[in-house]
């Protein structure tokens, strides 16, 4: 009987059946208001009563079709479904009101009365009905056994509204066994019928018991240190930790189930949000026309979409990647459009290694600012092809600010990395020599004002640790980390960029500011994390795998170099670098001959002597893991 009932069940309800059950209500509702009216006494129908209960079929009939209360999918009955049913009921008792009034009935009063309270229990019956229907259906259908089992921590308004959207999707066959919540006056009550646990109580042996698959987090204006701690308390469980995201982010005020996502390492890895004097900001950028080389890349493109949130009059968005360039123009033009911002953007597709072409772009446009964010970063790529190294971070740094010079720029803002410092690679130590070529340009033309940013490695961005970590997770592992003792310092996109922005706009010219990037973490403990935070067990499940440093890579990584310290700004997350003078005598004369390079000899051949005379210009770059350590005369103890 059981099964039959599934079966009928699983079909969806003929809409002509929900229309005749609705009209069914309808009448049968008229008996218990006409016994409330006459308090329980049976009194013999009469004719007015008869025909009150005809016109009611056909008028409820009549708003029934029109407002289509029958065509609703009735096992996913929500709110808005019962707020229409209401609705419609009431505008069916306004018509059957106006007909009672000029129908001229005997006893208009008493049928008045009787059409309000046969309005309270159709109404009421109606949407009784659907969620007994909704209820069965997935008490029989959708079996608890094959529903994700999910915690809710919060048992505030939010958790609540993450309950209700949770329970009206039913396409996501969850089963909500109760809330977590550390406030001891809501513990051991009822939410919904369902238990407030304290977080104490949630242990191995509670998820194993009730077979618990998710814990949802649903705190508003949570901060990543407090969201760090409480994730730590059940990382270590079978479970899939995921997060609601913040108010601003619902959509039209509502939260709908799709949004709540896993909780990512970039979640936790976040500080605190940076409050930004954007008044600096927008009047360096009012009116002005803005320059961005990269501008397809990681960082590129959220200095992009951060500098479009300003009055500017033009920007110039400069990157050699056909794709990345289309899908950076179609992101703008779609905020663009739907802010109704009226700010021209110019998409070039060109190499900064095309001076000639450079020089083209800044006679046209005659840009005011420019943000330097081209570069290649990838260390082991690098080392081995240090020729490109060079063409791009140094020769292609050089024609910008040669241009910028030319063209008397007003401020040139150049993204550096940590691995400039104390580099051990190509990659590193051509972004050094670019540091002290904008640094030797600063000094000696005073009209453009040179700044030089220098931060760690970006959550997310393209070649970071994070993607590829998610990439070897998907694929069912292991994780692969070069070295156990690795350390890395980690910011987000955002938080890189909007430093940036402000570093450039408090910068009076010569300084390299550095960004507070908190503190180191260890990229196997990263690693760790995110098996636990997919709901993994490490080492069952997802194994870690130490393949060994790659060529030029570091364990730590630094963000002074030797003699180097730190003076205070006015933002405690923004420090001015006090940097050594460039003592390299003839350093531009030996650059501008290291960037003529030809491929006269063989290409290892021509490796060692580009290397070579890298490490003449940046004499604290000392290989590691390299083929280039038998150039290094001294080794750094």
């Known amino acids: 009987m059981k099964e039959l009932l599934k079966k009928r069940l699983k079909r969806q309800t003929p809409r002509w059946l929900v229309l005749i059950i609705d009209l069914h209500v309808v009448a049968m509702t008229f008996l218990p208001a006409y016994l409330l009216i006459f308090k329980l006494n049976w009194e013999p129908f009469s004719i007015d009563f008869i025909k009150l209960i005809c016109a009611s079929l056909l008028v409820y009939f ?14 996913h009955t929500g ?13 069916a008792l306004g018509l059957l009101s106006i007909y009672v009034a000029l129908s001229g009935f005997e006893s208009a009063n008493l049928i008045y009365s009787i059409l309000l309270v046969h309005f309270l229990i159709c109404s009421m019956s109606l949407i009784f009905l659907r969620l007994v229907y909704k209820s069965i259906y997935f008490q029989l259908i959708e079996s608890k056994s094959k529903q994700d089992h999910v915690l809710i921590y919060g048992a505030g308004d939010s958790g609540i509204i993450t309950y209700n959207a949770l ?6 066959a969850k089963h909500i066994l109760g809330f977590i919540d550390d406030n001891t006056k809501v513990q051991k009550n009822k939410i919904n019928g369902k238990p407030v646990y304290s977080p104490a109580h949630i242990d191995l042996h509670f998820v194993k018991k009730y077979e618990v698959s998710e814990i949802i ?49 970039e979640d936790l ?11 600096s900001v927008s009047q360096q950028l009012k009116g002005k026309t803005v320059l961005i080389t990269g501008a397809a890349g990681s960082i590129g493109s959220e200095i992009t979409s951060q500098v479009t949130n300003y009055a500017c009059k033009q920007i110039i968005l400069v990157d050699q990647a056909e794709t990345p360039m289309y899908n950076l123009q179609q992101e703008c033009l779609s905020k663009l459009t739907a802010e109704a911002k009226d700010v021209q953007v110019k998409y070039i597709v060109s190499d900064i290694r095309n001076k000639a072409r450079m020089q083209s772009i800044f006679q046209d446009y005659q840009p005011d600012i420019v943000y330097h964010a081209a570069a290649y970063k990838h260390v082991p790529l690098m080392e081995d092809n240090p020729c490109e190294a060079i063409s791009t971070n140094i020769k292609g740094t050089m024609h910008i600010v040669d241009c910028a010079i030319a063209h008397q720029v007003e401020k040139f803002v150049m993204v550096s990395t940590d691995k400039a410092v104390n580099p051990t690679n190509v990659m590193g130590a051509t972004k050094r020599i670019a540091e002290l070529y904008v640094s030797q340009m600063s000094k000696k033309h005073k009209h453009t004002k040179f700044i030089t940013t220098r931060f760690g490695n970006v959550l ?23 070295h156990r003792e690795v350390t890395r310092y980690f910011m987000t996109i955002p938080e890189a960029c909007q430093l940036v922005l402000e570093a450039g706009a408090m910068g009076e010219g010569g300084e390299i500011f550095v960004f507070d990037m908190g503190e180191s973490v260890k990229v196997y403990d990263l690693a760790k994390r995110m098996i636990q935070l997919s709901g993994l067990n490490y080492p069952q499940d997802i194994d870690i795998k130490i393949v060994g440093l ?82 290094d005369t001294k080794k750094l103890s």
């Not at 009549?62 to 096992?75: A, L, S």
């Open 550 to 631: 790659r060529p030029g890579e570091k364990i730590y990584e630094e963000l002074l170099a030797d003699g180097e310290n730190t003076l205070q700004t006015h933002h405690e997350k923004i420090l001015k670098a006090e940097v050594r003078d460039n003592k390299i005598e003839n350093f531009e004369v030996i650059v501008n001959d290291l960037i003529k390079f030809d491929f006269k000899e063989g290409e290892k051949q021509m490796n060692m002597k580009l290397v070579s005379v890298i490490k003449k210009l940046a004499p604290e770059y000392v290989s590691e893991n390299s083929i280039y350590e038998s150039l």
């Open 217 to 265: 987090f649903s705190i508003q204006n949570i901060t990543s240190k407090e969201l760090n701690k409480l994730v730590s308390n059940f990382e270590n469980f079978p479970v899939s930790l995921k997060i609601v995201p913040a108010l601003s982010h619902w959509i039209d005020g509502d939260l709908e189930a799709q949004q709540i996502k896993d909780i990512r390492i």
């Open 62 to 75: 009549f708003v029934f079709v029109v407002f289509k209360t029958y065509r609703g999918i009735v096992r």
């Open 460 to 482: 997310g961005s393209n070649g970071s640790v994070i993607p590829l970590f998610q990439k070897q997770l998907s694929n069912g592992g292991p994780l692969t980390v070069t």
């Open 167 to 172: 329970q009206n999707d039913r396409g996501m």
């Open 269 to 279: 890895l976040s500080r605190d949000p940076i409050e930004l004097k954007k008044e």
């Open 79 to 91: 709110f808005n479904d019962m707020l229409k049913v209401l609705w419609v009921c009431l505008i």
